[in-house]
């Protein structure tokens, strides 16, 4: 690094030394009494003075298990978050020592680093969260054994509306949970926050699962079940959660990969018919029906075909699918896959009372 290089490091580590941020200050573990008691009496003696004052959000903490349940034991962490500069922040150490800084991030190389701190917005949900529990805020810590990083979602509807969480899996539970996940500190849970009640607005890209998850069982064989209610009886309220949760969940991801955008399109077609949502069912299978003139794939092809043809009673898509699939049924080795697309076709025939005669 020549000198010009690092007198502009030294500019940059100076600029950063007197932005005001919500930084993250921790007390000794073996701390007892209120946490924040230090920092209010220096605080009032500030205001007596008419010196600068600070603002600081200090939330009661306590530990809670896989299944929401609050523990009897201690504080876990003594956790406080102070609005001010780091040099302001050093400068108050001088009169409190035992507030300690967590310890610094590293980021592109030795030269870059930060103490952790929260945004505004990031403080402004805690401080909600923490209302909705009566200002006691349930946190999990970040051990990657326990809380598995998972995707973005928006919570769209009850308390938490507007707020910016993550789906992850919990160790000893049995289904995915809904956090805020503050980088290096905890993870707060967001209770009783059911699939209808958020969208996926980020799938996360590390995840090697996506395939998995749009070929999914309940899925696949819930909207089924409800195209079948919705063409021979009538839908439940089970079979629009169901594909409320496949709208908000799917309908985000955007992937380049042309199976995955196809099994996305096939879900979404089943959900929006099941909902009766007919202007977003129209604009999907226009996309899926170029996605089968584009993929030299038969057996995307056949899936594309044999799926508009279930939701749409279309004689077009009959023969289609009949073309095609009829190809398959003396093969001996069929797929997985292959076998319920054929099982599929042939319970759409009996829901619209067509028979192999009509070819």
């Given amino acids: 690094m020549d ?28 701390h007892r009494g209120k946490p924040s008691s230090a920092l209010e009496r220096e605080l009032d003696r500030r205001k ?5 004052v600070y603002e600081f959000f200090a939330p ?20 406080i978050f102070i609005k001010a500069s780091v040099k302001e922040i050093l400068e108050l150490k001088e009169v409190i020592p035992q ?3 967590l310890r610094k991030r590293r980021y592109v190389d030795e030269y870059e680093s930060s103490y952790p701190f929260l945004t505004d917005e990031e403080i402004e949900n805690l401080r909600w969260i923490a209302k909705a529990y009566n200002d006691v805020l349930p946190v999990f810590s970040p051990d990657a054994s326990f809380v598995t ?12 509306k507007g707020i910016i969480a993550e789906v992850a899996t919990v160790k000893g539970s049995k289904s995915p949970q809904v956090f805020i996940r503050l980088p290096e500190v905890f993870n707060v849970p967001l209770c009783n926050i059911s699939p209808s009640d958020y969208e996926v607005i980020e799938i996360n890209e590390s995840d090697k699962s996506i395939y998995d998850r749009l070929n999914n069982d309940r899925y696949n064989n819930g909207l089924h079940h409800g195209l079948e209610n919705h063409f021979t009886a009538s839908v439940t309220q089970e079979d629009r959660d169901l594909a409320t949760e496949v709208v908000n969940y799917f309908k985000n991801l ?24 007919e202007e977003n ?30 939701c749409t009673d279309s004689s077009i898509y009959y023969n289609k699918s009949h073309e095609l699939l009829g190809k398959l049924t003396n093969d001996s080795k069929l797929r997985k896959s292959q076998i319920n697309l054929i ?11 067509h028979t192999q005669s009509k070819q």
């Avoid at 290089?5 to 030394?17: A, E, F, G, K």
């Avoid at 007596?48 to 600068?52: A, D, M, P, T």
């Avoid at 099982?343 to 619209?352: A, I, Q």
């Fill in 3 to 30: 000198n010009c290089d690092l007198i502009n490091r030294q500019i940059d580590v100076l600029h950063q030394m007197n932005v005001i941020r919500w930084y993250i200050l921790i007390l000794p573990g073996n």
């Fill in 48 to 52: 007596e003075n008419g010196e600068k």
């Fill in 60 to 79: 009661t903490m306590v530990s809670v298990s896989a299944n929401h349940r609050r523990s009897s034991t201690p504080l876990l962490y003594n956790y």
């Fill in 99 to 101: 507030y300690n800084f």
């Fill in 149 to 160: 990083k998972g995707d973005k979602v928006k919570i769209t509807s009850g308390n938490y």
């Fill in 254 to 277: 955007k992937s380049p990969k042309g199976a995955l955008r196809t099994r996305k399109t096939v879900l979404l077609l089943k959900a929006y018919t099941v909902l009766g949502d």
């Fill in 281 to 310: 069912r129209k604009s999907i299978m226009s996309e899926m029906i170029m996605l089968a003139q584009l993929t030299k794939s038969i057996n995307l092809q056949m899936l594309i075909y044999t799926t508009i043809y279930g």
């Fill in 343 to 353: 099982s599929h076709l042939k319970d759409y025939d009996r829901w619209f009372g």
